[in-house]
Protein backbone atom coordinates (compact mmCIF):
# COMPACT_ATOMS: atom_id res chain seq x y z
CA UNK A 1 0.00 0.00 0.00
CA UNK A 2 1.51 3.63 -1.05
CA UNK A 3 0.15 6.93 0.21
CA UNK A 4 0.81 9.85 -1.03
CA UNK A 5 0.39 13.49 0.52
CA UNK A 6 1.09 16.57 -1.37
CA UNK A 7 1.50 20.46 -0.32
CA UNK A 8 2.58 23.33 -1.18
CA UNK A 9 -0.12 24.99 -3.34
CA UNK A 10 -1.14 28.35 -2.55
CA UNK A 11 -2.09 31.11 -4.54
CA UNK A 12 0.47 33.40 -6.73
CA UNK A 13 0.33 36.16 -9.00
CA UNK A 14 1.38 35.40 -12.35
CA UNK A 15 4.84 34.96 -13.30
CA UNK A 16 5.61 33.99 -9.42
CA UNK A 17 6.80 30.36 -8.34
CA UNK A 18 5.76 27.60 -6.14
CA UNK A 19 7.60 24.58 -5.22
CA UNK A 20 4.82 21.41 -4.45
CA UNK A 21 5.93 18.60 -2.48
CA UNK A 22 4.48 15.07 -2.63
CA UNK A 23 5.70 12.85 0.53
CA UNK A 24 5.37 9.11 -0.14
CA UNK A 25 5.10 6.12 2.54
CA UNK A 26 6.30 2.87 1.82
CA UNK A 27 9.94 1.60 1.68
CA UNK A 28 9.23 1.01 -2.17
CA UNK A 29 9.17 4.63 -3.09
CA UNK A 30 12.56 4.85 -4.39
CA UNK A 31 11.75 1.92 -7.16
CA UNK A 32 9.10 3.29 -8.74
CA UNK A 33 8.53 6.36 -11.26
CA UNK A 34 6.60 9.48 -9.80
CA UNK A 35 4.63 11.61 -11.58
CA UNK A 36 2.81 15.20 -11.45
CA UNK A 37 -0.61 15.94 -12.90
CA UNK A 38 -3.05 18.69 -12.70
CA UNK A 39 -7.15 19.30 -12.87
CA UNK A 40 -8.32 22.62 -14.13
CA UNK A 41 -12.49 23.44 -13.33
CA UNK A 42 -14.14 21.84 -16.54
CA UNK A 43 -10.90 20.20 -17.98
CA UNK A 44 -9.71 16.47 -18.02
CA UNK A 45 -6.56 15.27 -15.73
CA UNK A 46 -3.29 15.94 -17.53
CA UNK A 47 0.28 14.96 -17.34
CA UNK A 48 2.26 17.43 -15.81
CA UNK A 49 5.73 15.65 -15.19
CA UNK A 50 7.50 12.30 -14.53
CA UNK A 51 10.94 11.28 -13.10
CA UNK A 52 11.80 7.66 -13.08
CA UNK A 53 13.09 5.91 -10.03
CA UNK A 54 16.78 7.15 -10.47
CA UNK A 55 16.37 10.38 -11.50
CA UNK A 56 17.73 9.67 -14.78
CA UNK A 57 15.06 10.14 -16.82
CA UNK A 58 12.99 13.19 -16.69
CA UNK A 59 9.87 14.10 -18.53
CA UNK A 60 7.45 17.11 -19.20
CA UNK A 61 4.12 18.41 -20.71
CA UNK A 62 5.32 21.31 -23.19
CA UNK A 63 2.97 23.64 -21.95
CA UNK A 64 5.73 23.33 -18.85
CA UNK A 65 8.81 22.89 -20.11
CA UNK A 66 11.57 25.74 -19.15
CA UNK A 67 9.25 26.49 -16.22
CA UNK A 68 8.46 23.04 -14.10
CA UNK A 69 11.32 21.21 -12.73
CA UNK A 70 10.42 17.65 -10.82
CA UNK A 71 13.11 16.23 -8.69
CA UNK A 72 13.15 13.69 -6.12
CA UNK A 73 14.66 12.34 -2.71
CA UNK A 74 14.59 9.04 -2.09
CA UNK A 75 16.24 8.95 1.07
CA UNK A 76 13.39 11.31 2.14
CA UNK A 77 10.93 9.50 0.16
CA UNK A 78 9.14 13.11 -1.34
CA UNK A 79 9.04 14.40 -5.39
CA UNK A 80 9.41 18.03 -5.74
CA UNK A 81 8.03 20.00 -8.41
CA UNK A 82 9.20 23.61 -8.69
CA UNK A 83 7.13 26.11 -10.90
CA UNK A 84 8.70 29.19 -11.87
CA UNK A 85 6.86 31.59 -14.23
CA UNK A 86 3.32 30.66 -13.00
CA UNK A 87 0.50 31.73 -15.27
CA UNK A 88 -3.07 31.53 -14.84
CA UNK A 89 -3.56 28.95 -16.77
CA UNK A 90 -1.51 26.68 -14.81
CA UNK A 91 -4.54 27.61 -12.22
CA UNK A 92 -5.65 24.06 -11.15
CA UNK A 93 -5.34 21.03 -8.26
CA UNK A 94 -1.90 19.23 -8.50
CA UNK A 95 -1.70 15.29 -7.89
CA UNK A 96 0.73 13.38 -7.08
CA UNK A 97 0.81 9.82 -8.92
CA UNK A 98 2.47 6.49 -9.11
CA UNK A 99 2.45 2.95 -9.98
CA UNK A 100 3.36 0.12 -8.11
CA UNK A 101 2.79 -3.43 -9.02
CA UNK A 102 -0.20 -2.13 -11.69
CA UNK A 103 -1.68 -0.68 -9.07
CA UNK A 104 -2.14 3.57 -9.18
CA UNK A 105 -2.15 5.84 -6.52
CA UNK A 106 -2.91 9.21 -6.47
CA UNK A 107 -2.97 11.99 -3.36
CA UNK A 108 -5.42 13.97 -2.44
CA UNK A 109 -4.28 17.00 -4.30
CA UNK A 110 -2.67 20.52 -3.59
CA UNK A 111 -4.57 23.73 -5.28
CA UNK A 112 -2.54 26.09 -6.69
CA UNK A 113 -3.95 29.42 -8.09
CA UNK A 114 -2.79 31.96 -10.68
CA UNK A 115 -4.22 35.35 -10.24
CA UNK A 116 -3.82 38.10 -13.04
Known amino acids: QVQLVESGGGLVQAGGSLRLSCAAS????????MGWFRQAPGKEREFVAA????????YYADSVKGRFTISRDNAANTVYLQMNSLQPEDTAVYYC?????????WGQGTQVTVSS
Open 26 to 33: GRTFSSYA
Open 97 to 105: HTVVRGAKY
Open 51 to 58: IRWNGGNI
